[in-house]
């Protein structure tokens, strides 16, 4: 296994040195109020209202993903209603039916190519409207970055959130890499909230070098009432917060969120430019590499050699499609070996 890194997940990474000394020192303050009563919680959400310009929003920590998802959304929507996202959306695909447990609401499932909702599509859906026999469409749900590592431009996503305002439909953002979306796309976090119109953001922190910390944002302050007892309720308040709250303190701190992200991203891009050197017709990029994400087919006997060198993910077994990701602590040596090891086989 080449340098002991894959390129399964960026979830496969490590932790961020300095996120590891942030860690140490709060440790190091001694004894503070629990459950989010201390002074490095109270900072970090501060800090969270620097970055997006916005000083009513409010933030919850979570310890995870699927959690800060499916809150988020439980926060919005009521069980008689739906929620509107991509076909690849992580809620719909990855989460073990977490939000349709936990919210006993309706994923309607859009046809989405390259990941991107399409927002010339979406008329369709608003059929039956009122209609009391029908789950009511209330929440539209996407990913940024999407889920094959794809980017909306701000047009794209000022369309979406017309569409939204104009029938009264709740934002949610699936923020996993979000970092990732402000790093390629070089715009300012509150471009997309505006132009989105966003009500709540699941903003990921554990995929781009943080250790198990997510926030669910708030951009209407009135929607996150009581949601304090709903993350209690699902067993996703943490006693010792300020652990939380004292990474994202750190990952603001000159940038690092984006240095991490810019950083993986621009090895997703150095990626896709040795692979296409190889000039081979066996290989397929499947999606425009914009954030740090590669999803390539090519033919099904090379992929278990391939995997044996570096672990990666197959992500559509009909079509030989894998997924190839890059994390903050991806190298480009490791890039550039495991690119020869394909060139290699391919030759076999």
């Not at 919210?103 to 390259?114: I, M, Y």
């Not at 599509?121 to 094959?148: M, P, W």
């Not at 369309?159 to 390629?184: E, L, M, Q, Y």
Request: proline content about 3%; overall charge neutral; hydrophobic content about 40%.
């Amino acid at each position: 296994m080449i340098n002991k890194q894959c390129f399964a997940s960026d979830n496969y990474s490590g932790v961020h040195p300095r996120i590891f000394k942030a860690l140490e020192q709060a440790n190091q303050m001694g004894h503070m109020p629990a459950y989010g009563n201390d002074e490095l919680t109270e900072r970090a959400v501060n800090r969270f209202r620097e970055i997006f310009e916005n000083p009513k929003l409010e933030v919850f920590f979570v310890f995870n993903g699927s959690a800060s998802n499916t809150l988020g959304l439980k926060a919005l929507t009521q069980s008689y209603e739906s929620i509107l996202c991509p076909s690849t959306a992580h809620i719909a695909n990855d989460e073990c039916g977490a939000p349709e447990f936990f919210l006993g609401s309706k994923l309607v499932l859009v046809d989405s190519p390259h990941g991107k909702l399409p927002v010339d599509k979406l008329d369709s859906y608003l059929a039956r409207q009122g209609d009391t026999h029908a789950v009511q469409l209330r929440t539209v749900s996407i990913s940024l970055t999407t889920e094959v590592g794809t980017l909306y431009s701000l047009s794209e996503l000022k369309a979406i959130g017309d569409w939204c305002r104009k029938n009264k439909f709740h934002v949610h953002v699936d923020g996993a890499r979000f970092s990732n979306a402000i790093a390629a796309l070089g715009c300012q976090p509150k471009d997309i909230i505006s132009a989105l119109g966003v009500s709540v953001l699941s903003f990921g922190g554990t995929k781009n070098g943080l250790l198990g910390a997510e926030a669910i944002v708030f951009f209407n302050p009135t929607q996150a009432q009581n949601f304090q007892f709903i993350r209690k309720q699902s067993l996703q308040l943490a006693s010792k917060m300020r652990f939380v709250a004292a990474q994202f303190l750190e990952f603001f701190t000159d940038d690092l969120w984006l240095e991490n992200a810019r950083h993986a991203n621009a090895m997703a891009k150095h990626f896709e430019k040795k692979l296409l050197e190889i000039n081979s017709k066996e290989i397929q990029v499947c999606h425009p590499v914009e954030a740090n994400a590669l999803f390539v087919k090519l033919p099904r006997k090379f992929i278990s050699d391939l995997q044996k060198v570096a672990p990666f993910y197959v992500w559509n077994e009909n079509e030989n499609q894998v997924r190839w990701m890059c994390a903050f602590d991806t190298k480009k040596e490791t890039v550039d070996e495991f690119v020869a090891s394909v060139s290699e086989v391919l030759r076999t």
